[in-house]
């Protein structure tokens, strides 16, 4: 059955309660999970939920939480997530950055002992309302190998970007460095189906095209048959999200999709630009038009985020599909 977001967004948010969030945990992360399955993104939307929920169950992660800023200097700043679920701790920490690059121009924003933080260009659609263009990055538990390495030391480490625009959309730019996602080896290998070489490698390090061996070893990094470059920005995306700010490594963190472990500490670090301290607001929003114009002048170019943005105004209108027995679950539970 089809739900309104609002309605959706509260029954999600009393399933979280439930599972021992607090009321302001609860509602910022049903918001972005829900903003998340509006887009059609439903590998970080309601199938989410349980996972949470569970995790809220075992203690890995602490429903009482609160984040915090830790500390500041100059145009730095660190958020504690204190073990929480990472969505209260990224909108402070992206709205703490909104600010003080009003001031500042350039701000860095770091969130610590954090989990799964969703969509990571979603967090920075307060920078675009804010005209400032927006970086995000986040680590997650160890699925992909080094350059030349056989065992899984860093997450698929997404990158995210967003541009504003004068009078449209802005660009938004999200992707993960692994060469496909983990979500589509798990589709393989409930279909029977084998994979391509190059998406994964075996428990002993070695290539391998069947999905279940692959989810039992590692993921890929992005052009990692021909080229060390996906490592490598992998790399870069585990040291600006650990070792700079202070969060855990991938490799320090058990994996999301287990229901025991230990509670991640993983990071996430976002940093805000305000164009008007550089090349000036009008250029800046002028210059990104001329861009834009001179990518549309091929056909089937499609503008990061557009498509992601006609469904969220779709469902805002017409509902969010949802199965009839997981509305009846959460309404009776």
């Known amino acids: 059955m089809k739900l309104p977001v ?13 599972a021992g969030a607090n009321p302001a945990m609860a509602d910022s992360t049903a918001r972005a999970l829900v903003l998340a399955e509006s887009q059609g993104l439903g590998s970080h939307g309601l199938s989410r939920v349980a996972q949470y929920a569970t995790h809220l169950r075992n203690g890995r992660v602490n429903g009482a939480a609160r984040p ?8 730095a700043l660190v958020v504690d997530a204190q073990e929480g679920l990472a969505f209260p701790a990224c ?11 009003a001031v500042q121009g350039v701000v860095f924003a770091g969130v610590v002992r954090s989990h799964h933080c969703g969509v990571v260009v979603d967090h920075l659609r307060a920078a675009a309302a804010a005209g400032m263009v927006g970086l995000g990055f986040a680590n997650s538990p160890a699925a992909m190998p080094a350059a030349g390495g056989r065992h899984a030391i860093f997450g698929t480490n997404p990158v995210a970007a967003v541009f504003p625009r004068a009078v449209a959309d802005p660009l938004m730019i ?38 279940k061996a692959g ?18 920005l992998a790399l870069v995306v585990e040291l600006l999200v650990t070792a700079v700010i ?15 472990g230990n509670r991640p500490g993983i ?15 009008d250029s800046f929003l002028a210059r990104v038009e001329v861009l834009v114009a001179e990518m549309q002048r091929d056909d089937g170019v499609r503008l990061p985020g557009a498509r992601r943005e006609a469904l969220r105004r779709k469902a ?18």
Do not use: Y
């Open 68 to 75: 915090q800023l830790l500390h500041r200097k100059g145009g």
């Open 267 to 281: 990071g996430q670090a976002f940093i805000v630009i305000d164009p008007g301290a550089l090349a000036g607001r």
């Open 174 to 211: 999200d992707l993960s460095l692994s060469e496909v996602a983990r979500g589509k080896l798990m589709v393989a290998a409930k279909e029977g189906k084998a994979i391509p070489e190059g998406w994964a490698l075996d428990a002993q390090g070695q290539p391998t095209t069947d999905p």
């Open 91 to 101: 909108e402070l920490a992206v709205a703490e950055a909104v600010a003080a690059a």
């Open 215 to 232: 989810l039992t070893g590692s993921m890929l990094p992005i052009g990692a048959v021909s080229s060390p470059k996906g490592a490598m």
């Open 6 to 18: 609002d309605e959706l967004h509260a029954l999600v948010s009393r399933q979280l309660q439930a």
């Open 316 to 333: 805002l209108a017409d509902g969010i599909e949802v199965p009839d027995a997981l509305v009846a679950a959460w309404r009776a539970g």
């Open 246 to 260: 202070g969060a855990n490594f991938g490799f320090e963190a058990s994996s999301f999709f287990v229901d025991e």
